[in-house]
């Protein structure tokens, strides 16, 4: 066989080959689930001396 006939052989075999790419959209839309947990712990230490002037001036 000559150069151009393989050549054109292989040209043949490798364009059959070639992938195809779908591209569809889901049937189901989707579902972003998110689970969000917020704590928030606030800690105050106070000197006994200015809890009492805080608990004697109090209504």
């Given at each position: ?7 054109t ?30 704590k ?11 809890e009492a ?7």
């Open positions: 066989m000559s150069r151009l006939s393989i050549l052989l292989v040209l043949l075999l490798t364009a059959a080959c070639t992938p195809t790419v779908k591209v569809e959209a889901p049937d189901k839309p989707i579902e972003i689930n998110m689970n969000i947990n917020i928030h712990e606030i800690l105050i230490k106070i000197e006994k001396d200015v002037l805080l608990d004697d001036d109090m209504f």
